[in-house]
């Protein structure tokens, strides 16, 4: 019987040595290929001038010295050679994303774009050798009796990787080790613990999807109107920004929730943050100690602001309203800020007290103007501080009562810039419109406010409130 010759594509087992692990800070010293191509080996290795310093840890490691490379090409003069070199090959490495993120933006930085098929070979390990608990390059080496010639330089470790492979050929099979390099090939882009049918089973339609971590932990909430393609992206581009590496590794599970449309998923967003609080987000801060300053007259006829704290805050009813602030501190630090650009008086603020007749400090180290000694008017200080605080003005609830905003299928019930939930028919719209159940949160108050004035202005309902309907709901400005 005649075993029949499988053809296999063209491999070039890659390894690079780097000063560092940052795709974007460091740079490549050495490339080293082992090509493969119907059995026969070639290879190809140049040591590169990083033009950058190679610290000493890296240095120990690699044995590359900043004297070795000094004389070499950078790799933008290699760059053709290099691209010349992987080209219409399979790029084969350990753990691929590493090699593979490094050359392609090194490429980027060129405007070169570089997409080979990659195949990796710690996954092809786990893949073949399921029962072994580590699939480490030294563990690989130990495991299958591998021959070492020079550890950590680059065409070394790609010699290493022509071994395995050659162990893999001989312990599996031609056949099943091609099985093995299709299927690992086609999932390249997939994080190490995600398989290609959760991908699969994500629908591609607005709503919140949830990546976690090892024992559920939370990591990463996000909203897209296309989830699978924005989960997608974020392991697309695990390859080249560090934030998105970070995530792809640590991933174990997916979940999601649909959405009628893309603001339904925002406030989603917004809440599910809240409520999880998963590791990756930035964080969305709590409103419970939401606080705003309110500016009123005082008896001397100068403007003086109130602070108003959340739970004699209104938002949506109260005049003169500026903020609003997560906090006490953030609040004020925020007026003496201002105060500071605008050369306010501190003592008329109430930052600062002083006798009565006497100069402030800020006035003593010409910070303040001197209204507080009447060097300049409180008509022309109040002027200033409403103007100093107008970007911030808390805009009051628009309407009578609740409304109702058209997103996709559903409607997204708000009333007094609060969420009240979702309706999908009128019995649900009009319990939703009479619930007094206000929920304030300055994250949702700012989605609301943008929607109503932007994209979603033609596609919102007024609601009959349980109180008198007379006011007039066309304030909106
Ligand atoms: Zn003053």
Not at 434 to 461: M, P, R, W
């Amino acid at each position: 019987m005649k075993l029949i010759d499988i053809e296999f594509p063209i491999l070039a087992f890659v390894d690079i040595e780097t000063t560092g692990g940052n795709f974007d800070r460091d740079r490549i010293t050495e490339i080293g290929i082992k090509t493969l191509a119907n059995g026969q080996e070639s290879a190809w290795e140049c040591l590169i001038n990083p033009e950058t310093f190679i610290p000493q840890n890296i240095q120990r490691l690699t044995g590359i010295t900043p004297d070795m490379v000094a004389d070499h090409p950078s790799f933008d003069e290699l760059a053709l050679q290099i691209k010349k070199e992987l080209e219409g090959k399979i790029f084969v490495a350990h753990n691929a994303r590493f090699d593979y993120g490094f050359i392609k933006a090194s490429f980027k930085r060129l405007g070169l774009d570089f997409r080979p098929k990659v195949l990796c070979t710690v996954k092809l390990s786990r893949l073949l050798f399921p029962q072994q608990a580590r699939h480490n390059l030294d563990t690989i080496v130990a495991v299958h009796d591998l021959t070492v010639s020079a550890r950590h330089r680059a065409l070394g470790d790609a010699d290493l990787l022509v071994q395995f492979w050659r162990v893999c050929e001989k312990t599996v099979g031609q056949t099943r080790l091609l099985e093995a390099v299709r299927q690992l090939v086609s999932h390249v882009s997939l994080p190490p613990n995600i398989s290609q049918s959760v991908i699969d089973a994500i629908p591609d339609s607005p709503g919140c999807y949830m990546l976690y971590g090892e024992h559920h932990a939370p990591l990463y909430i996000g909203k897209s109107i296309s989830m699978r393609s924005r989960v997608m992206s974020h392991f697309q581009s695990a390859l080249t920004v560090r934030k998105e590496m970070k995530l792809s590794e640590q991933v174990h599970h997916i979940e999601w929730i649909e959405t009628s449309g893309e603001l339904s998923a925002l406030i989603l967003e917004a809440k599910l943050i809240k409520e999880r609080m998963p590791s990756m987000n930035i964080k969305l801060r709590r409103s419970k100690d939401l606080c705003a300053w309110q500016l009123s007259q005082g008896t001397s006829g100068c403007d003086k602001p109130t602070l108003i704290t959340h739970k004699h805050l209104q938002p949506g009813f109260q005049a003169n309203l500026y903020g609003l602030f997560y906090n006490k501190r953030e609040a004020l630090g925020y007026l003496k800020a201002v105060a500071k650009k605008y050369q306010l008086c501190e003592a008329l603020l109430g930052l600062e007290k002083v006798d009565e007749g006497k100069p402030c400090f800020g006035y003593q180290v010409k910070q303040c103007h001197g209204a507080c000694i009447g060097k300049v008017s409180l008509a022309v200080h109040n002027l200033k501080l409403q103007t100093a605080l107008q970007p911030f003005k808390v805009q009051a609830w628009p309407f009578a009562g609740a409304v109702a905003i058209q997103d996709g299928h559903s409607m997204l019930v708000i009333n007094k810039w609060c969420y009240m939930g979702t309706a999908n028919d009128h019995v649900e719209l009009d319990v939703l419109a009479q619930s007094e159940d206000l929920n304030f949160d300055l994250d949702i108050y700012k989605i609301v406010k943008k929607a109503i004035t932007g994209s979603h202005k033609t596609h919102l309902v007024k609601l009959p409130s349980t109180q008198e309907t007379t006011a007039s709901c066309d304030a909106m400005e």
